[in-house]
Nanobody, 116 residues
């Protein structure tokens, strides 16, 4: 059974950093596409970054390029989102996700709040 559990959110001042973690089980990062999404109040959930399972290629949404970095730890089956130079507009609930053969799996969200 695929399971994802995100944690590490919190309150941070603008310009600060946070690292989100997502503990994964039931699949391999080499086989599944993975990513991070976020949903701000009153807005639809949107993609932050996605990573291909077979190639490891990554794609970031323009607003986070150069500030956010996705990484994985195959030993501990955990994926991370390092977020630097945070801005108030990064405030959202962040979700980790995995996908395989048109099936999507979601972790519960973790709140990130960036104060100005």
């Amino acid at each position: 059974e695929v399971q994802l559990q995100a944690f590490g959110g919190g309150l941070v001042q603008a310009g600060g950093s946070l690292r989100l973690s997502c503990a994964a089980s039931g699949f391999s990062f080499d086989d599944y596409a993975i990513g991070w999404f976020r949903q701000a109040p009153g807005k639809e959930r949107g993609g932050v970054v996605c990573r291909s399972g077979d190639s490891g290629d990554t794609h970031y949404t323009d607003s986070v390029k150069g500030r956010f970095t996705i990484s994985i730890d195959n030993v501990h089956n955990t994926m991370y989102l390092q977020m630097n130079s945070l801005k108030p507009e990064d405030t959202a609930v962040y979700y980790c996700a995995a996908a395989y053969l048109r099936t999507n799996y979601w972790g519960q969200g973790t709140q990130v709040t960036v104060s100005s």
